[in-house]
């Protein structure tokens, strides 16, 4: 980075503001670790402790980065001040910071540890720890990195349960019955479930489970079919529901267009209406999800004269109009994916002894980890949320963080799961604007890729609107890409809003593209060239990568190049040829 100001200038400043909480929205390249380091110098020239400023990241690499950086800015503000208009800002922070630590004793350079840089596990085992009677958490078991072996040992314990007479014999014996007897397989997939119950416990310990999860299922669908309300409207509406009982009383019963045989008017939005809509979906597409091109006999519009002849041509007309709304054929195709609203009685008499089982499971890994004095990282989780409390009745340890704990940042928000949500929750409970006390969260939506570990990109899209929990949020969206040249910057932003869905919706996860603006400038060269490859020939592809690394070293001998693939075994034949 030069002297000059990036565009997005005026955020970057705001986000240093130690009286205010933000979310930012922060892309690849666009220098999120740099704003943390410098958000977290900003705050320590305002606290009356270090320890009151508490710096979360997912993973123990990205402690250690931001905990180095800020060092080495408190280290280097002793130094010539930079020339880099960035440097030179962390330079400044960094100076205010040392004289303030020197009023205060804290002599951070040679007591690095008071500075709170942690992972969240790192957070969570220490919360659970404060409490060891409320968590479960006893003689503070160690942590185990693979806890398969436990949990296998913890499904064999509830598979003895076989034999009992109780009510979890009989769930087991549902089950069995299912996977035809196979107790391997069922010990396997106990063992399975529990290395993920964080992401299902929640939803089995309430007593009317069925009718939340039932009521998730109808929102999913619900809110996809009023997204169609509006498309259907106009003479669309007044044409498409004659044409469509017209072409159900020309099929079978039991034809896919059965449910259009009443219809009246376009359906409403209520998951009731979903097999109607379902069915108007089989009549304007194909089975591949695109408009019909045609229609016959087998859709309802058989050959002839008269009425038949009218009919058929006014539904091809339909068709021909609603051709180019290539966003509704997308929207009618996942109609066809969306869950049923409701589960069938006996479907739900299956899903009452599987969460039978695993509650069963749960409690037998407790007394496995009693046992063996180890926890995983996802029981350090459930114990601290254990340790803080109900969010109206937090315990004594929840009030002692809320007066020790008065600035949170969290990294890599956007890959936040519920429980995680649901700790930050706990954490900031009572906060007030104005009081001292702020939040900030920094991710990039668009980079998430944790799902299944059950990160929910829709945290982010929630905490966006302005609030987390008693927080009020403000967002802040940095767009400059100090990593590439403005050729890349380009085209990713042209051919990236082809990729990403139009419009962001929590509910399903989908994110919008962001464009993002070029700081550097374009290079000579073209930024981006693409090498089309029609089918799949692994030894044509290799060919031709190695005749791309060839020539690129020939134009530039010192410089590297980088081949990412999708698999290991996708390197087989390219290693192959680059050793040749």
């Keep these: 980075?030069?002297?000059?100001?990036?565009?997005?200038?005026?955020?970057?400043?705001?986000a240093l503001d130690p009286g205010q909480s933000f979310i930012v929205q922060a892309?690849?390249?666009?220098?999120?670790?740099?704003?943390?380091?410098?958000?977290?110098?900003?705050?320590?020239?305002?606290?009356?402790?270090?320890?009151?400023?508490?710096?979360?990241?997912?993973?123990?690499?990205?402690?250690a980065e931001m905990r180095s950086r800020v060092l080495q800015a408190l280290a280097e503000a002793t130094e010539k001040e930079p020339e880099d208009a960035y440097a030179r800002q962390t330079w400044l922070l960094a100076q205010e910071t040392l004289a303030h630590a020197e009023s205060g004793g804290w002599n951070l350079l040679n007591n690095p540890q008071r500075l709170r840089i942690r992972t969240i596990d790192s957070l969570c085992q220490y919360i659970a720890r404060q409490m060891p009677l409320r968590s479960g958490f006893?003689?503070?078991?160690?942590?185990?990195?693979?806890?398969?072996?436990?949990?296998?040992?913890?499904?064999?314990?509830?598979?003895?349960e076989l034999e009992s007479g109780t009510a979890l014999a009989g769930a087991l014996a549902i089950l069995l019955t299912e996977l035809d007897n196979n107790l391997d397989g069922l010990q396997t997939l106990i063992a399975d479930m529990l290395g993920k119950r964080?992401?299902?416990?929640?939803?089995?310990?309430?007593?009317?489970?069925?009718?939340?999860?039932?009521?998730?299922?109808?929102?999913?669908?619900?809110?996809?079919l009023a997204r169609l309300q509006t498309p259907f409207s106009g003479s669309v509406a007044e044409q498409l529901p004659q044409l469509a009982r017209y072409a159900a009383d020309n099929v079978a019963p039991d034809h896919v267009l059965a449910p259009c045989r009443d219809l009246q008017k376009i359906p409403d939005a209520d998951s009731a209406s979903l097999p109607a809509w379902q069915s108007l979906a089989d009549l304007l597409l194909t089975a591949g999800g695109t408009w019909r091109k045609s229609v016959d006999a087998r859709i309802g519009f058989p050959r002839g004269d008269g009425k038949a002849g009218e009919m058929k041509a006014a539904m091809s007309d339909l068709l021909e109009r609603l051709r180019p709304d290539t966003s509704l054929e997308d929207l009618l195709h996942g109609l066809r994916k969306l869950p049923q609203p409701a589960y069938p009685d006996e479907d739900w008499a299956l899903i009452q002894a599987l969460f039978t089982v695993l509650r069963a499971a749960v409690a037998h890994l407790k007394v496995v980890f009693s046992e063996r004095g180890k926890v995983d990282f996802c029981e350090t989780a459930l114990a601290a949320q254990e340790a803080l409390g109900a969010h109206d009745n937090p315990t004594d340890l929840a009030l002692r963080l809320d007066y020790q704990i008065r600035h949170l940042l969290v990294d890599e928000f956007q890959d936040t799961s519920q429980n995680q949500y649901q700790l930050f929750q706990q954490l900031t409970a009572g906060w007030q604007p104005g009081d001292g006390r702020t939040l900030f969260l920094v991710g990039d939506p668009m980079q998430s890729i944790y799902g299944f570990r059950e990160a929910e990109v829709g945290l982010f899209l929630d905490?966006?609107?302005?609030?987390l929990g008693d927080v009020e949020l403000q967002p802040l969206r940095l767009s400059v890409n100090f990593r590439s040249n403005r050729g890349v910057i380009d085209w990713v932003n042209l051919q990236f809003p082809k990729v990403l869905p139009p419009a962001s919706d929590k509910v399903t996860g989908a994110v919008s593209y962001a464009a993002s603006e070029a700081y550097h400038s374009a290079g000579t060269e073209p930024a981006v060239i693409v090498h089309p490859s029609i089918g799949r020939d692994d030894v044509e592809e290799a060919r031709d990568v190695v005749d791309i690394i060839q020539r690129r070293k020939e134009a530039d001998p010192l410089g590297t190049t980088a081949v990412l693939v999708r698999s290991k075994s996708h390197l087989k034949t390219i290693t192959l040829l680059l050793r040749e």
Aim: no cysteine.
């Design 1 to 14: 980075m030069t002297g000059k100001r990036p565009a997005d200038h005026a955020q970057r400043r705001q």
């Design 27 to 63: 892309p690849a390249g666009s220098g999120k670790t740099g704003l943390l380091t410098q958000r977290f110098l900003k705050l320590l020239t305002t606290a009356e402790s270090p320890e009151e400023i508490v710096a979360i990241t997912f993973t123990r690499k990205a402690a």
């Design 138 to 160: 006893g003689d503070a078991p160690g942590p185990i990195e693979n806890a398969m072996p436990l949990y296998r040992e913890a499904a064999l314990s509830v598979l003895g």
């Design 198 to 224: 964080d992401q299902w416990l929640r939803h089995i310990v309430s007593p009317d489970s069925r009718h939340k999860i039932e009521g998730v299922l109808q929102q999913v669908v619900e809110t996809h």
């Design 463 to 467: 905490a966006w609107q302005g609030r």
